[in-house]
T-cell receptor, first 114, second 113 residues
Framework: DGGITQSPKYLFRKEGQNVTLSCEQN?????MYWYRQDPGQGLRLIYY???????QKGDIAEGYSVSREKKESFPLTVTSAQKNPTAFYLC?????????????FGSGTRLTVV | DAKTTQPNSMESNEEEPVHLPCNHS???????IHWYRQLPSQGPEYVIH???SNVNNRMASLAIAEDRKSSTLILHRATLRDAAVYYC??????????????FGKGTKLSVKP
């Protein structure tokens, strides 16, 4: 079955550490996205990528970095510059014409700073 | 981006139909109406979507008002597994993919046995 795989499901980070969240899709989707969700809140866009080797900042990109070296993969690095990284992180993908086809989401990674 | 308005919460009894309303009075002609649902600590799951006509699939039905300013998600027989937060969102189709999804707070559906 095609889908999006996020790993790990739970991640603990110490102060000052960088951590990388994995996102892999086998849907052959061109576009991929990273969102942050805080308790009781909607999704906020961190970064998105429409094609390989290209990505754009979303609304809350500060303290995060991404790469898109392969169509299937869009890892997110949470750097030590991110002041409040504890949150639920969601990866998604879509075909072009996302209104017609919608988005597919991964199962999420919960990051906690310890 | 157009926004949607949903009730904060709704309750249903198991095996009864549920009608989840959504208002989107500022919808534009290229906006598709999508519904997703989310369980705690999981990613949103696609439920159904439509543009102008009513839609049915194995999970639910979507009734769209003639002026497209509102829609209703219909679960024909609620089960305990349908308890989740349901989001109604508008996704424009203009050929680009910019990920600007406006997920509000959604409707938290509780299902009583």
């Amino acid at each position: 079955d095609g889908g999006i795989t996020q790993s790990p499901k739970y991640l603990f980070r110490k102060e000052g550490q960088n951590v990388t969240l994995s996102c892999e899709q086998n849907l052959n989707h061109d576009a991929m996205y990273w969102y942050r969700q805080d308790p009781g809140q909607g999704l906020r866009l961190i970064y998105y990528s429409q094609i390989v080797n290209d990505f754009q900042k979303g609304d809350i990109a500060e303290g995060y970095s991404v790469s898109r070296e392969k169509k299937e993969s869009f890892p997110l690095t949470v750097t030590s510059a991110q002041k409040n990284p504890t949150a639920f992180y969601l990866c998604a993908s879509s075909m072009t014409h996302e209104g017609v086809y919608g988005y597919t989401f991964g199962s999420g990674t919960r990051l906690t700073v310890v | 981006d157009a926004k949607t308005t949903q009730p904060n919460s709704m309750e249903s009894n198991e095996e009864e139909p549920v009608h989840l309303p959504c208002n989107h009075s500022t919808i534009s002609g290229t906006d598709y109406i999508h519904w997703y649902r989310q369980l705690p600590s999981q990613g949103p799951e696609y439920v159904i979507h439509g543009l102008t006509s009513n839609v049915n699939n194995r999970m639910a039905s979507l009734a769209i008002a003639e002026d497209r300013k509102s829609s209703t998600l219909i679960l024909h027989r609620a089960t305990l597994r349908d308890a989740a937060v349901y989001y109604c969102i508008l996704i424009p189709d203009h050929g680009g993919s910019q990920g600007n999804l406006i997920f509000g707070k959604g409707t938290k559906l509780s299902v009583k046995p």
